[in-house]
């Protein structure tokens, strides 16, 4: 959703439908179309259906299907591959060497330590907007072909009763439960967690099993592992 823009949110649908049918011609095996008011909030039932139907489309409409390389031959299209493997393949290597062992996931473990991913991404992020700012990259609705005042749309809004009813079946839950058997199982996740290279999925399964909720499955963790903080960007 990195793409779509609070300002005109319709333009969104336009967006999306160029991206996925993009992402079809370039041979993806998965495709997720977003919601055109995904910036602005949870999707609503009706930009749900829009942009599954931006699937539908493009599989059933456009024939793009059909071949399984609608644009193979195309010069332009293997130059950008071309460029893009040649900057992953830097990227990879940059990462390698960060490690002390040369493997990549020693190098990621350390550009996370060290905030390098992060800082990457910041860097990123600023040039693209000083390129919005500038007007040197133009964004439809935000720094070219602005209106005077944007219309609202309605975006999802979660009914206060539905949030009571959830609170009530969470304690209903706990009720019911085993509690014993529940802290348990919590306490067997903790010390799993707490041993090197241990499998926790079996110790996850056993506090699901037990009617756990995934807050108290996730406590128990930081209780072990502690909370993770990004490493600040400056």
Not at 37 to 66: F, M
Not at 157 to 175: C, G, S, T, V, Y
Request: proline share 3%; hydrophobic share 45%; net charge negative.
């Amino acid at each position: 959703g990195v793409s779509l823009t609070a300002q005109q949110p319709d333009n969104n649908i336009v967006r999306t439908a160029v991206e996925a049918l993009a992402a079809v011609l370039g041979g993806t095996n998965s495709l997720h179309t977003n919601a055109l008011d995904e910036v602005l909030a949870l999707p609503s039932e009706k930009a749900a259906q829009i942009a599954l139907r931006t699937q539908q489309v493009i599989a059933d409409e456009t024939g793009v299907a059909n071949v399984a390389d609608p644009l193979g031959g195309s010069w332009y299209v293997e130059q950008l591959t071309d460029e893009l493997e040649a900057q992953a393949e830097a990227i990879f290597a940059k990462v390698r060497d960060m490690g002390t062992d040369g493997t990549m996931t020693c190098g990621i473990l350390r550009g996370i330590e060290d905030g390098w991913f992060m800082g990457e991404i910041a860097e990123a992020a600023f040039a693209l907007q000083s390129e919005y700012d500038s007007r040197e990259r133009i964004l439809v609705g935000v720094n070219e072909y602005v209106d005077a005042g944007d219309e609202e749309i309605p975006t999802l809004r979660i009914d206060p009763e539905l949030e009571r009813k959830q609170r009530d079946r969470l304690a209903a839950a706990r009720a019911r439960r085993d509690s014993v058997a529940v802290e348990g199982t919590l306490a067997a996740l903790r010390a799993a967690a707490a041993r090197p290279r241990a499998n926790l999925m079996p110790a996850l399964l056993d506090c699901a099993r037990a009617h756990a909720s995934e807050g108290e499955i996730v406590r128990a963790l930081q209780d072990v592992f502690g909370t993770y903080t990004e490493t600040p960007v400056f």
